[in-house]
């Protein structure tokens, strides 16, 4: 596939969702029948992989028990995968009978290895199964939800309710703040030794996503910036955010001022951080990441090489 656009890990189109095929009754006994359906089967947010010879999804087929023995509540259709059509199996924790060489593991500890579009499903699989195990009752009234539109909506089963709930995510800002040369870059206590990167935060109800970056900013470092432009986005299911990139400039004249949630802020030079490398950067499926080598590249015009 060709990216239509500059697009960050995680993302791109390598799930076909074709949406308008969930309202379809009988979806289910298409997907099974379809000898070419592939099933993604996860425990809560772990999805089952192989490891050898080479990392990937360990994806199953219809003829496997553990497909056949399935309840149809438990199956989400994904889309189509590389051509063939792609469902998630949400098996209930403790699931015995897996294939030889497979185990569950969370996207985390996956990240770094799986080829980018399978790392893109499971971005996408796991958002889904973190929503699912949250809407599991209906938040108007209480009663139990069933899924409705091959997965994709939970719907209340009180006749009196019938309350609808969607996939939802939580729309967070993350900002590199230049000023010329220099990067304001910050860390939090818990990140390792020596790890810096750029400021972030939820959106709040009622602000647009420009007014958010100037109070995460102001409320983290205690300065004011401007020029924010949006940079761009990552799907980032840990568990539900839209990371919202941008840009953004302030003054290194005007004093830091930390809130306490950072541990430490601090303006650092592009040559400081060329020198620093990747004992200072955030890792590089990160968009923060992406950030700071676009500002970079902009700045001195040269890429960051990072040893
Ligand atoms: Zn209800």
Do not use: K
């Amino acid at each position: 596939m060709t990216a239509e656009y500059d697009r960050n890990p995680f993302s791109g189109a390598w799930l076909e969702r074709r949406s308008e095929t969930r309202a379809e009754a009988g979806w289910v006994q298409q997907a099974l029948s379809e000898p070419g359906t592939r099933f993604l089967v996860s425990s809560g947010t772990q999805h089952l992989v192989r490891r050898s010879p080479d990392t990937a999804i360990a994806f199953l087929d219809a003829s496997h028990p553990l497909v056949r023995d399935y309840d149809s509540d438990q199956l989400v259709l994904l889309g189509w995968f590389q051509g063939v059509r792609c469902v998630l199996l949400d098996t209930l924790p403790g699931t015995s009978g897996l294939p030889a060489g497979t185990q569950f593991e969370e996207l985390r500890s996956l990240l770094t290895e799986l080829p980018e579009p399978q790392s893109a499903v499971l971005t996408c699989a796991r958002a889904l199964q973190v929503w699912r195990s949250r809407h599991r009752h209906c938040g108007t009234c209480g009663a139990p939800t069933r899924p409705r539109q091959a997965g994709h909506c939970l719907r209340c089963t009180s006749s009196e309710c019938g309350a609808e709930f969607f996939p939802r995510l939580d729309p967070a800002v993350i900002v590199l703040v230049s000023d010329g040369d220099h990067a304001l870059l910050g860390r939090q206590a818990a990140w390792p030794a020596g790890r810096y990167s750029t400021l972030a935060g939820f959106v709040e109800p009622g602000e647009s996503l420009e007014d958010t970056v100037l109070r995460e900013v102001r409320e983290e470092a205690g300065v004011h910036c401007s020029a924010v432009r949006y940079f761009a986005s990552q799907p980032w299911p840990f568990p539900s955010s839209l990371m919202l990139g941008f840009h953004a400039t302030a003054s290194r004249a005007e004093p830091l001022q930390l809130d306490g949630e950072l541990e430490d802020a601090r303006w650092f030079s592009a040559a400081e951080l060329s020198h620093a490398g990747a004992r200072v950067l955030p890792p590089r499926y990160t968009i923060a990441r992406r950030l700071i080598e676009a500002w970079y590249q902009r700045a001195t015009g040269a890429a960051l090489a990072v040893s």
